[in-house]
């Protein structure tokens, strides 16, 4: 799982826009106003793996080899301090919105692609917003995958 967050990561960091990219250890909870992040941040994380057995393999340790059914998120946030009201001038506004880029350019990044030679391509299964009263916008990508010989 190591490898998939650390070539998550670096696919991320291709990306212009985010100026912090990591594996999400729990940096937008708890931390307000002291988030130790810079704007806009993407947060990698394995949130589910569910293992079934495959076989044995008496070559490998251990033997009884396994696949993994698997959840990648990936939190997509900013500090949303400008106002985009119907009436806020239209650059304000885009820079308002300028998260929905970052998102769709993560999605074009990472959808179908496999971010390890034994895993699976990821698949987006779902998209949450999370509600916050401190300024963060936050969204939250899910993608499944599938990982084999474990």
Known sequence: MKNIIDNTQAKLLLIPGFKYVD?????????????PVQWP????????AAYSDVG?????????????DCYLTLSIADLKLTNSSGHA??????????????????????????????AGKLIRRGMQRVKRDDGVQEYRLTYSFSITDV
């Open 56 to 68: 044995k393999d008496r070559n490998k340790d251990p033997q009884q080899r396994q696949m993994a």
């Open 89 to 118: 001038p239209k650059p304000q506004k885009d820079n308002a919105r300028s998260i929905w880029q970052l998102i769709e350019a993560a999605h074009t990044a990472l959808h179908g692609w496999n971010p390890e030679v034994f």
């Open 23 to 35: 594996e999400d250890w729990g940096q937008l909870d708890y931390y307000s106003p002291n988030f």
């Open 41 to 48: 941040c993407a947060l990698i994380d394995i949130t589910n």
